[in-house]
């Protein structure tokens, strides 16, 4: 072999070599980044507040975190090569897991038949072809404090649709009215989607804008002449508050049809004038 080739013969096991060392550093750069990643994956596994399962085609738990085996009171030994299908039996989550998944899919308020006091939101997250990722979020609390919350609103709505005064909620800032009850909508002859989102001066005040609260004024309490749809006078009592919900201003404006009480008014005052009339025509004769 000359001197030439076997100058050429080093160059390219030189070259070998260094692309080896290359190949063995990328791969081994490689491997620290998957480490650190499977070990991210593990602290993330661990800690989430939501449960999470690994499962295989068959449905058999491979892994599964504390927060998930927590949710239902399992061990470790409980869950690990078990099918998911034997230890919750939801049949809306058994027909998904069986249908070919290519994306995730939510499901919300999923209620387990052997856990009906608790309720999830669940995730499920195809990993690859032979494993899935289940995500349980437990919204039981959250449910709860919906259905409390709904409860309320509708002790809200039974009050206010059978209270006998006139009720109604007005935004402080824009001056447009939020809600009305039943009898501020016979008192006015209005309905409740004629008024709501418009401003109150023109259907609560009469056009009169002293009449509003403003700056921090808290209560108000006066009689005013207005009309009905019909063109009508109809005489109020109103009282006037401003409320505070959430850091946001409201008036709240109670209102009692006093017409009736008024034309009585007037034939007592009109009465009055008449019996006085006779009694000086009396006594002057």
């Known amino acids: 072999m000359s001197s030439t080739d076997k100058i050429l013969e080093q160059q390219l096991l030189d070259k070998y070599a260094k692309d080896l060392a290359k190949l063995y550093a990328q791969e081994k750069e490689e491997k620290s980044k998957l480490e650190n990643t499977l070990q991210e994956l593990k602290v993330i596994f661990k800690n ?146 004629q008024i709501v989102g418009k401003e109150c001066f023109q259907y609560l005040c009469a056009g009169d804008y002293s009449l509003c609260p403003s700056g921090n004024t808290k209560e108000l309490n006066y009689n005013l002449v207005t009309k009905n749809k019909e063109g009508k006078d109809i005489y109020l009592y109103k009282k006037v508050n401003v409320i505070k919900i959430e850091n946001k201003k409201y008036v709240l404006e109670s209102i009692t049809d006093i017409t009736d009480l008024k034309l009585i008014e007037d034939k007592l005052v009109q009465t009055n004038k008449k019996y006085k009339l006779c009694l000086i025509v009396y006594l002057l004769f």
């Open 48 to 193: 989430i507040n939501d449960g999470l399962i690994i499962v295989d085609n068959n449905f058999n738990i491979k892994r599964g975190n504390s927060k998930f085996r927590s949710f239902f009171g399992f061990k470790k030994e409980d869950i690990l090569g078990k099918n998911l299908f034997s230890l919750l039996k939801s049949k809306e989550l058994e027909a998904i897991l069986k249908s070919k998944i290519s994306n995730k899919i939510f499901l919300n308020e999923l209620v387990f038949n052997n856990y009906p006091d608790k309720i999830f939101k669940i995730t499920v997250v195809p990993i690859s072809e032979e494993y899935k990722l289940i995500i349980f979020q437990n919204n039981s609390l959250i449910y709860r404090f919906n259905q409390k919350l709904k409860s309320q609103e509708e002790w809200y709505r039974a009050i206010l649709s059978n209270i006998q005064t006139g009720l109604a909620i007005v935004d402080f800032e824009s001056r447009k009215i939020i809600e009305i009850n039943p009898e501020l909508e016979e008192i006015l002859s209005l309905s409740k989607e």
